[in-house]
C-alpha cells in the first residue's frame, strides 16, 4: 500500500490551511462593525442597601402559676324561707313600698323599693330599733343598695 502521506501532501495541506487562515482573517476586518464612539462613562453612584441580621425568636416564659384563693368555709344552708347572706328577697308590703335605709336603723336616709323589685342579701343580721336588719343590693343597679327590716322581706327563688 502507498503511504498518503508524503512531502506533497503535507505542503499542500499547509498551504490550504495558510489560505483558509488569511481568508478568514480578512473577512473579520472587513466586516466588523465601525468603531463607535468611546462611550461616556462616568462613576456610578454606590447604593447600599443594609439587610438586618435575623433575630432570634423570643422564648415564652414559663406559665406564671396562680394559686386559688381559698374558699371560705361553707356556711350552714338556709332552711326553706329563712333569710340569709346569699338569698334573694322581694319587699312584700301590700303595694305600699319598703324603704331602704342607709344605715340600720329608723332614722337613717332611705329610698323607696317596690314590692316587684328583686334583692341579694349581701350582709346581716344587725340588730336596730327592735328590727332585724339585712343588707340588700339589686343586682341591676348598684346604687340601689342598702338595709331593711326583715318584717317586710319574703325570700324568692334566684332570679
Known amino acids: 500500500m502507498k503511504n498518503i502521506l508524503n512531502g ?5 495541506m499547509v498551504g490550504i490551511a495558510a489560505l483558509l487562515l488569511c481568508g478568514s482573517l480578512t473577512y473579520i476586518l472587513l466586516m466588523r462593525p465601525a468603531a463607535a464612539s468611546t462611550p461616556n462613562l462616568s462613576a456610578a453612584t454606590p447604593v447600599l ?16 402559676l396562680t ?20 338569698v334573694y328577697v322581694q319587699p312584700s308590703t301590700g303595694g305600699k313600698g319598703l324603704r331602704v ?17 328583686v334583692f341579694l342579701v349581701t350582709k346581716g343580721p344587725e340588730q336596730g ?11 341591676y343597679d ?8 326583715q318584717d317586710f322581706l319574703t325570700v324568692v327563688s334566684s332570679p
Do not use: M, N
Request: proline residues 16%; without cysteine.
Open 8 to 12: 506533497k501532501v503535507l505542503i499542500a
Open 49 to 64: 442597601t443594609i439587610i438586618p441580621a435575623p433575630s432570634s425568636t423570643a422564648r415564652p416564659s414559663p406559665p406564671t
Open 101 to 117: 335605709h342607709t344605715q340600720p336603723g329608723l332614722s337613717a336616709a332611705f329610698f323607696s323599693a317596690f314590692d316587684s323589685e
Open 129 to 139: 330599733d327592735g328590727y332585724t336588719w339585712w343588707y340588700l343590693t339589686a343586682s
Open 67 to 86: 394559686p386559688f384563693p381559698p374558699t371560705l368555709a361553707p356556711t350552714s344552708t338556709p332552711a326553706p324561707g329563712q333569710i340569709a347572706i346569699g
Open 142 to 149: 348598684a346604687a340601689r343598695a342598702g338595709w331593711a327590716a
